[in-house]
C-alpha cells in the first residue's frame, strides 16, 4: 500500500523516513549562565515577518517537566508553577522569558515550544546553570597542624628531611558553587601536595607544605573561582595573624618585665640613697654635741 511517501525503514530504529519530515526540528542547547539574585533573560528570536500565536515554556529537572509560562488566545500566563510565581515575565513579541531574582533550584533545562501563524511549530532548549558569587574567602593555616616559626624553621628543617614533617594551609569560602581553587607559591603555580577538606566540604582546598625555611618563610595564595566571580587571599604561613599576636604578646610582656625591671632598680638606688643621707645627717649631729 502506498501512502504517498517513502515507506523506507532504516533497518536498525525502524523508523519510517516520512514521518520525520513534520516532526520540528532543535538546533544544539543554549547554555546560558545566570547569577543568584539578578536576572536572566531566555531569548528566542523569530524571524522578520514570523509571528507567536502561541507559547509554552516548560521547566525540566531531573525526570519531571513543568509548563511554567503561557501565551495562547492573547492571554499571558506566568503563573502556571508555585516555583517561579510572579518571578517570570514573558515577552511575546521578540520571545523571551525573564526570570528574577534567580534561585540556585532555577538550574535546569527549559524549553520554549512556539506555534506561528502559518501553523508552523518551532522550539529551543536552554540548559541554566545558576552561579553564586564567592565571597568570604579565607586562608589560614590549619588547626592541628604542624607550627613552623621564623625560629624553629631551621631546627625542623632536619626533622621533616627525616620525619616528613609539614603543616597544612586550608582555603575556603563560606559562599559560592562550582568553586575551582588554584595555589600559588612566590607566584608559580602549585600542582602539588593540594587536596580536597573531605568529599562533603566542596568549598575548601588543602595545601599540605614541608616544613623547612624556604616554604616556612615563603608568600603563598588561594584563589577561589567560579564562572561569575574570583577571589584570591595571602599568606606567608610563619608569620600568620594569630602567630603575630603571639609575638606581640611576648614582646609586651617582655617590655613590663623589663619596665619593674627597672622600676625596682630604681626604688632600690632610691632606698639606699636616702639611707645613706640619714647616717650622714646622724653623724653630723653627733659631731655638734661632741662640739
Known amino acids: 500500500m502506498n501512502f504517498g511517501c517513502d515507506t523506507g525503514f532504516h533497518a536498525m530504529n525502524l523508523i519510517p523516513i516520512c514521518c520525520l519530515i513534520f ?9 546560558v549562565i545566570g547569577v543568584e539574585g539578578e536576572a536572566v533573560l531566555l531569548t528566542f528570536p523569530l524571524t522578520e515577518g514570523s509571528e507567536a500565536i502561541a507559547i509554552d515554556w516548560r521547566y525540566k529537572k531531573q525526570q519531571t517537566e513543568t509548563k511554567i509560562a503561557s501565551f495562547a488566545h492573547g492571554i499571558i500566563t506566568t503563573d502556571d508553577d508555585i516555583q517561579f510565581n510572579t518571578r517570570l515575565i514573558l515577552n511575546t513579541t521578540v520571545v523571551f522569558l525573564q526570570i528574577e531574582p534567580l534561585h540556585l533550584q532555577d538550574s535546569g533545562l527549559y524549553v520554549v515550544e512556539i506555534k506561528l501563524q502559518d501553523k508552523r511549530k518551532v522550539f529551543e532548549r536552554f540548559n541554566l546553570t545558576v552561579y553564586v558569587k564567592i565571597s568570604n574567602t579565607f586562608l589560614k593555616k590549619k588547626a592541628g597542624s604542624n607550627h613552623c616559626t621564623a625560629e624553629e624553621s631551621g631546627k625542623l628543617a632536619d626533622v621533616s628531611s627525616k620525619h616528613n614533617c609539614s603543616f597544612i594551609l586550608e582555603c575556603g569560602a563560606e559562599k559560592g558553587n562550582y568553586i575551582h581553587f588554584y595555589w600559588q607559591k612566590s607566584g608559580a603555580n602549585l600542582t602539588r601536595w593540594i587536596s580536597d577538606c573531605s568529599p562533603h566540604s566542596v568549598n575548601c582546598s ?38 603575630k599576636t603571639c609575638r606581640d604578646r611576648y614582646f609586651i610582656g617582655l617590655s613590663v618585665v623589663s619596665l619593674m625591671l627597672v622600676a625596682m632598680g630604681l626604688s632600690a638606688k632610691f632606698y639606699i640613697r636616702q639611707k645613706n643621707e640619714g647616717k650622714h645627717k646622724e653623724s653630723s649631729q653627733q659631731d655638734c654635741v661632741l662640739r
Open 23 to 31: 516532526a520540528p526540528v532543535a538546533g544544539a542547547i543554549i547554555h
Open 206 to 243: 588543602l595545601m599540605e607544605v614541608p616544613t623547612d625555611q624556604e616554604n616556612c618563610n615563603a608568600n603563598y595564595s588561594c584563589t577561589a573561582s567560579n564562572v561569575v566571580s574570583t577571589e584570591t587571599k595571602y599568606i606567608i604561613p610563619c608569620f600568620t595573624a594569630q602567630e
